[in-house]
């Protein structure tokens, strides 16, 4: 696929999208400019997201911190070797979103690089990021993953010690614990992921309601391609969307896992 047809396609992708969005916010009497759609590129090439990035596209999301380094880093050389280029016209840099479950061993790595940490699932990991952002001079905005399905095997903290957590947290010097993020269960029956997504919302607003957290608490991320519609309806502030935006497009290889 030329770039020329994979930037039509792209931009086609995108169009529909945020079609769809501001669709569901009809729907949910909500304002489309509150609801920020974040290109999640963990099944894209380095040329795709550079093609985003020239679209404008200012929110990119990541999964694993190895490959949000490595492409925060080139995307940001790119775009100095264009501001350099009287012809290129400049681009704003991209919000790096860190989406993904992390390890404590690799949050030094991703600090200088993320904008917004969507994982953050236990006080050990907040005290890590905690720390490591003190050293550099930095306070790392963050959401507390909430496990909404009960599903032993997933990621996030328990919906019953979540309000605990978001006050623990919430009061780390170097954190701006600035909201909640879920996944919906793995499942196609709309009733069970509403219900999900709606106890997010309902911790949400009691955390808001009770003001266990700061003025920043005021963003939930709830919805990826499969299901982001429910997640507006929900209340998200941000959705995370990848393969939508990827149909039609030659993908590279997943990255291996790290
Ligand atoms: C991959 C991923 C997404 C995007 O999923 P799609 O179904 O491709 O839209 C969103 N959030 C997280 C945490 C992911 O890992």
């Not at 001079?137 to 032993?152: D, F, S, T």
């Not at 009061?171 to 269960?185: E, N, W, Y």
């Not at 608490?217 to 995370?240: C, H, P, Q």
Request: with cysteine; glycine share 8%.
């Amino acid at each position: 696929m030329g770039s020329h047809a994979m930037k039509r396609k792209l931009t086609e992708n995108w169009k529909r999208v945020l079609g769809r969005i501001e669709e569901a916010c009809g729907r949910a009497g909500r304002n489309p400019s509150n609801v920020t759609l974040v290109a999640v590129t963990k099944y894209a090439s380095l040329d795709i997201i550079r093609t985003l990035v020239d679209m404008g596209v200012t929110h990119i999301g990541e999964s694993r911190v190895q490959e949000l380094t490595k492409r925060a880093a080139s995307i940001n050389e790119w775009l100095s070797r264009r501001a350099r280029d009287i012809n290129a016209g400049a681009k704003p840099r991209p919000n790096w979103h860190m989406v993904g479950h992390l390890q404590r061993n690799k949050v030094k790595a991703v600090l200088p690089w993320v904008d917004l940490i969507h994982s953050v699932d236990s006080l050990r990991l907040a005290e890590e990021i905690d720390a490591q952002a003190a050293k550099i001079g930095r306070v790392i905005p963050v959401l507390l993953e909430i496990n909404a399905a009960g599903e032993v095997s997933k990621q996030g903290v328990a919906v019953a010690a979540a309000t605990h957590l978001a006050e623990q947290v919430g009061s780390l010097p170097h954190i701006k614990l600035r909201g909640l993020m879920a996944m919906a269960p793995l499942t196609d029956d709309e009733s069970i992921i509403r219900s999900a997504f709606g106890r997010v919302r309902e911790l949400f607003d009691e955390i808001v309601g009770e003001r266990l957290c700061g003025p920043d608490f005021g963003d939930l991320s709830l919805g990826m391609s499969n299901d982001f519609e429910y997640g507006i309806e929900a209340g998200a502030t941000y959705v995370r969307i990848g393969s939508s935006l990827f149909q039609g497009i030659e993908l590279a290889p997943e990255p291996a896992q790290t």
